[in-house]
């Protein structure tokens, strides 16, 4: 593979020589094989919200999760058992039977 530019060895002489770049060796990578795992429900979840908040899909919060819902962008929505506010989980169970 050839340089875009040449290597100059520089030295405390004003004479600057090219010197060709060292030939990097082809080095054949094999991939990592892939293990596969067997997922509870739960670890499931987790892993898509993990990669949801990743990729800036997540939408947080009554207001964020109101607004999704409504707009029929949501493919899941998660409310957690321990929301104390009734009126709340009316509001999202609602939405989510739209």
Do not use: W
Not at 60 to 82: M, P, S, W, Y
């Amino acid at each position: 593979k050839s340089q875009p530019f040449p290597l100059l060895k520089m030295s405390a002489e004003e004479n600057q020589t090219p010197v060709e770049a060292p030939a990097a060796e082809a080095v054949a990578e094999t991939p990592a094989p892939v293990v596969e795992e067997e997922l509870s429900l739960l670890d499931s979840v987790k892993e898509v919200l993990k990669q949801a908040r990743m990729h800036g899909g997540l939408k947080k919060g009554i207001h964020e999760c109101c607004k999704a819902l409504d707009k029929r962008a949501a493919f899941l929505c998660v409310l957690a058992t321990n929301c104390s506010e009734p009126a709340y989980v009316r509001l999202i169970e609602a939405l989510c039977k739209e």
